[in-house]
């Protein structure tokens, strides 16, 4: 399935940069004794091109790869039909439009009567955000996803992939970002190698949640099939 075979493409990159990590690391601290050598600074070389070009061709074929599978998502999500709301639940939203302000808990109940129809959750959302609160009701609730909101989050998906293949080190995002921002106000130096790990997920579905698909099931019946609604 598509959805499940993105996660395992990224997850494989991830365990080859990982491993290509650990590799030169395990070089590096064979060669401690010997650091200000000829020899230790010609093998750190070698260790250091070895893993550049072990994480480049991972990079390569991965991007190769999940863009084979994300357009065919896009051609999936193309064949998504309307899903209109009911006259019942037009009744609810139209109500909803004439309050000048509605509160979570009314936002909450009025999602719920929406019996997971993306385009009715959709407007709920703008009600939302118009009385200044966040809500994703269109993503998390509906049960089947309407054409704009998958394509809005394969895009999401999309970016955050390239994220990570863009990232050859895999270091915590914000120990990153703080040794970064040390280096260039003080003139330090940084061992990307030394700082914490991005912890990696638990498995297809954690990263997945993690690229922004927080409606699995949903999200899958309409890019792995090209499911159209009824």
Same mark, same amino acid.
């Given at each position: 399935?598509?959805?499940?075979?993105?996660?395992?493409?990224?997850?494989?990159?991830?365990?080859?940069?990982a491993q290509a *990590?650990?590799?030169?690391?395990?070089? *590096?601290?064979?060669?401690?004794?010997?650091?200000?050598?000829?020899?230790?600074?010609?093998?750190?070389?070698?260790?250091?091109?070895?893993?550049?070009?072990?994480?480049?061709?991972?990079?390569? *074929?991965?991007?190769?790869?999940?863009?084979?599978?994300?357009?065919?998502?896009?051609?999936?999500?193309?064949?998504?039909?309307?899903?209109?709301?009911?006259?019942?639940?037009?009744?609810?939203?139209?109500?909803?439009?004439?309050?000048?302000?509605?509160?979570?808990?009314?936002?909450?109940?009025?999602?719920?009567?929406?019996?997971g129809c993306s385009?009715?959750?959709?407007?709920?959302?703008?009600?939302?955000a118009k009385n200044?609160?966040?809500?994703?009701?269109?993503?998390?609730?509906?049960?089947?996803?309407?054409?704009?909101?998958?394509?809005?989050?394969?895009?999401?998906?999309?970016?955050?992939?390239?994220?990570?293949?863009?990232?050859?080190?895999?270091?915590?995002?914000?120990?990153?970002?703080?040794?970064? *921002?040390?280096?260039?106000?003080?003139?330090?130096?940084?061992?990307?190698?030394?700082?914490?790990?991005?912890?990696?997920?638990?498995?297809?579905?954690?990263?997945?949640?993690?690229?922004?698909?927080?409606?699995?099931?949903?999200?899958?019946?309409?890019?792995?099939?090209?499911?159209?609604?009824?």
């Amino acid at each position: 399935m598509l959805t499940l075979d993105l996660a395992k493409t990224v997850q494989r990159f991830m365990a080859k940069r990982a491993q290509a *990590r650990e590799e030169f690391l395990e070089t *590096r601290r064979s060669l401690e004794a010997m650091a200000g050598s000829k020899y230790h600074d010609t093998a750190m070389r070698a260790a250091t091109e070895k893993r550049e070009k072990a994480v480049k061709e991972a990079q390569s *074929r991965t991007r190769a790869e999940t863009a084979a599978i994300i357009d065919k998502m896009r051609h999936n999500a193309a064949n998504i039909a309307a899903d209109p709301p009911s006259a019942e639940q037009l009744a609810v939203l139209e109500v909803l439009k004439m309050r000048e302000t509605i509160s979570r808990e009314e936002l909450d109940e009025a999602a719920a009567a929406m019996g997971g129809c993306s385009m009715a959750l959709a407007v709920v959302d703008d009600l939302a955000a118009k009385n200044g609160l966040y809500s994703n009701y269109s993503r998390t609730m509906s049960t089947r996803l309407s054409r704009s909101t998958v394509e809005r989050m394969i895009s999401d998906m999309e970016r955050g992939i390239n994220k990570i293949l863009a990232d050859e080190i895999g270091a915590a995002p914000g120990a990153r970002l703080y040794a970064e *921002r040390q280096a260039m106000t003080q003139g330090m130096r940084i061992d990307l190698d030394a700082l914490p790990q991005a912890p990696q997920p638990k498995d297809e579905f954690e990263l997945l949640e993690n690229l922004g698909i927080t409606n699995f099931n949903a999200f899958q019946k309409a890019v792995d099939r090209g499911a159209t609604n009824e």
